[in-house]
């Protein structure tokens, strides 16, 4: 069974303490910590597969579709399971319907990471504090980007690594000792399933009434023409086409103006004004 070097560990490691800690920017880094891509991505580079890494992300990216966060933590770290499940994927040669069960209590407990994570920063904000009541500007940076920035990688960079160089080969080979078992069958149907459940929440999420033809439009295209192994890039097209032929009837429509009333207001004689008589 193949393994994870120690430098192939530290380095995926890295990439997520990196993207958990937020120090690549605020709204950079939060859309690669809630989308699982590109962790697939530098996984599949580190490994050396990137076309097996993208294949497994691309079946774990459907779950989590629908995940956002207005703000604090979320019930599943995307960036996280992506990082122990493409490798386990990846050494095991498990389908991705297989990585998505795997991916989605690694998530879970991802999540629970990264509330200690707040927990710790409860203690570095006594620092903030000091610094406001000095007026120190450097101090203040220092407090508020640096200290939390390395307390991430304390926490998180140990702790994948050794998820990744002692568990994920070991969930490979217990995956693989399972190969043809009822069990696999088991955790495809289940990943396939979530992989519907995202889709779901997807299209309630962004999905309004008026909008809903393109959906079933997209569904029985994919269905219609499966025997002609269209590829996405020739999907993504006439959706493009699509979508300018339907703003370009919009034009044309006229919006209403609103409804002014033009009557000249009735007055009374009697109550106009007083002649004095």
Do not use: C
Not at 249 to 270: C, H, I
């Amino acid at each position: 069974m193949d393994t994870l070097s120690v430098t192939q560990s530290l380095l995926i490691a890295l990439w997520v303490a990196a993207v958990m800690s937020r120090w690549l920017g605020g709204g950079a880094t939060l859309t690669l910590r809630f989308s699982p891509l590109m962790t697939g991505l530098v996984v599949g580079l580190v490994m050396g597969n990137v076309a097996q890494a993208m294949i497994v992300t691309a079946a774990l990216q459907m779950i989590y579709m629908g995940v956002f966060s207005p703000g604090g933590s979320m019930p599943a770290e995307p960036s996280i399971a992506a990082a122990i499940a493409v490798p386990v994927a990846l050494l095991g040669n498990l389908q991705p319907e297989a990585a998505i069960a795997v991916a989605v209590p690694v998530g879970l407990l991802g999540s629970y990471l990264y509330q200690f994570r707040f927990f710790i920063n409860t203690f570095l904000g006594k620092y903030t504090d000091k610094a406001v009541e000095d007026l120190n500007a450097k101090a203040m940076t220092r407090s508020i980007i640096l200290y939390p920035t390395l307390a991430s990688f304390i926490l998180f960079v140990p702790l994948v690594f050794i998820a990744l160089y002692l568990g994920a080969p070991l969930i490979a080979d217990v995956i693989n000792a399972l190969e043809g078992t009822v069990v696999i069958h088991i955790l495809e149907v289940v990943g396939g399933g979530l992989a519907a459940i995202g889709i779901a929440t997807t299209v309630y999420v962004i999905g309004r009434k008026d909008y809903m033809v393109f959906f079933f439009l997209a569904y029985f295209m994919s269905v219609v023409f499966s025997s002609l192994e269209i590829t996405m890039v020739t999907y993504a097209i006439f959706g493009i086409l699509i979508a300018l032929i339907f703003v370009q009837s919009q034009k044309g429509k006229l919006v209403p103006a609103p409804e002014t009333n033009t009557a000249s207001p009735s007055f009374d004689d009697d109550d106009d004004y007083d002649d004095g008589f």
